[in-house]
């Protein structure tokens, strides 16, 4: 099992994950605007209400056909297979939209959030998924 993560500090306003909130921050320091360059939890094909759907953490607008999903080390790569499938899926579905998921790890963000959002953006994913 791998080391709890400490609670990252978020704003009252924040509705997702400490990690999510890292990646957010960095997307903003690297000259990304929301809702302008990105979307936050976006959903497609119906997202978490209907069967079959998904929700990409970010979805990329600018540069274009790339979306960011953050890896949390306990519900993605500890819990089981299921999820790990879940998250092949997502990949696979992305890709016949022209889609490239890279998937970013909550510890790598923790450690240097501006420099792996900025490989995620030129198409790099240093997570442990691939």
């Not at 306003?13 to 957010?24: D, R």
């Not at 997502?90 to 998937?103: D, K, P």
């Amino acid at each position: 099992m791998a080391e709890a993560i400490e609670a990252i500090p978020t704003p009252e306003w924040w509705a997702g994950s400490g990690p999510e909130y890292l990646c957010w921050q960095a997307l903003l320091k690297l000259g990304l605007k929301p809702d302008i360059d990105f979307r936050y939890q976006s959903q497609l094909a119906g997202g978490r209400q209907d069967k079959g759907g998904r929700v990409i953490d970010f979805e990329i607008y600018n540069p274009p056909d790339i979306a960011i999903n953050v890896q949390g080390v306990f519900y993605h790569y500890e819990k089981g297979a299921a999820v790990r499938q879940s998250d092949i899926l997502t990949r696979e579905y992305l890709a016949t939209l022209g889609i490239r998921l890279i998937f970013v790890d909550e510890d790598d963000l923790i450690d240097d959030a501006r420099a792996i959002v900025a490989d995620a953006l030129a198409g790099v994913d240093r997570s442990r998924f691939r």
